[in-house]
């Protein structure tokens, strides 16, 4: 679970342009959306992109997509299971 | 109407007025763009979200709009007249690239060429009139009349004219006027000035 989670890091800043950022910066359980991270609508898609590209898994419910794009650690949940 | 100020960004040099303000030995733009950025210490993520054209526009508008009492102006007073020539195309081309896979939401955001102006409004929050043409080359006529247009039909008493067009890293060139609608200023807003200071 810990290494998804530094590969989801790794890969959020490199997909989302986060370039003044550094892995370490991001908690695992710091919101992604809002005053966490801080990430927008185009990011959230994106991250729909990058679920499906890499990981195999499509999200189609937007509301199943709040679920899953809280924090870090609920991503990597929603992989483990469903991948 | 007189042009307040002027400024460029091309061949890895930005330029403020007549002046050289930064220069760089990165021959690719957006290396060159980030060295500004983080030289001069700005603070604005986004900026990096952005396709190559719309950092050239922002970088070019962030050297336009220092010391130039921002604060006499109403954000519904300032408008924007832009153009280039190849509209987006390089990023157009990007997004193409994605669709062969998954099409990149990211990409396809910059697919219109006045989300270059957007980028503008929202960092220096500027509400009024926006325009953008695409014309085979530098058209200082078009612009000249669009800006005068605008001065006359609306509140409009400050209009950003630019020129921002990306072909390639080593192709591009942004260039941004200030105008305001007032008798007082660099050089009298004509078009045989503009052309002067595209040179």
């Known amino acids: ?83 | 109407m007189h042009i307040l100020k002027y400024c460029s960004v091309s061949d890895a040099e930005i330029t403020d007025g007549s002046e050289v303000l930064f220069k760089s030995n990165e021959k690719d733009l957006k290396p060159f763009l980030k060295e500004f950025y983080k030289s001069e210490k700005l603070e604005y993520p986004k900026f990096y979200k952005m396709d190559a054209q719309c950092k050239l526009a922002f970088i070019a508008a962030e050297v336009l709009f220092r010391n130039i009492g921002r604060e006499q102006y109403q954000n519904e007073e300032i408008a924007l007249v832009f153009a280039n020539s190849e509209s987006t195309l390089a990023t157009d081309m990007s997004y193409w690239e994605s669709t062969k896979n998954i099409a990149s939401p990211a990409l396809f955001v910059y697919t219109l060429p006045n989300i270059l102006m957007g980028e503008i409004a929202i960092r220096n929050k500027i509400k009024g009139e926006n325009y953008f043409f695409v014309s085979e080359n530098f058209d200082a006529q078009l612009l000249h009349q669009q800006t005068e247009m605008v001065f006359q039909n609306t509140a409009t008493k400050l209009v950003v004219v630019g020129w921002v067009n990306y072909e390639s890293e080593t192709n591009y060139s942004a260039k941004l006027f200030l105008i305001s609608k007032s008798e007082v200023g660099l050089f009298p807003f004509t078009i045989d000035n503009i052309n002067n200071l595209n040179k």
Request: aromatic residues 4%.
């Open chain 1, 1 to 83: 679970m810990d290494s998804l989670i530094e590969e989801l890091k790794i890969k959020l800043i490199k997909e989302l342009n986060l370039e003044d950022m550094e892995p370490d910066e991001i908690e695992a359980d710091q919101a992604l959306f809002g005053d966490g991270l801080g990430l927008d609508s185009i990011d959230a898609l994106e991250l729909i992109v990058l679920m499906e590209r890499d990981y195999g898994i499509k999200i189609t419910d937007p509301n199943k997509g709040r679920e899953v794009f809280v924090t870090l650690t609920s991503m990597a949940e929603y992989i483990k299971a469903n991948s």
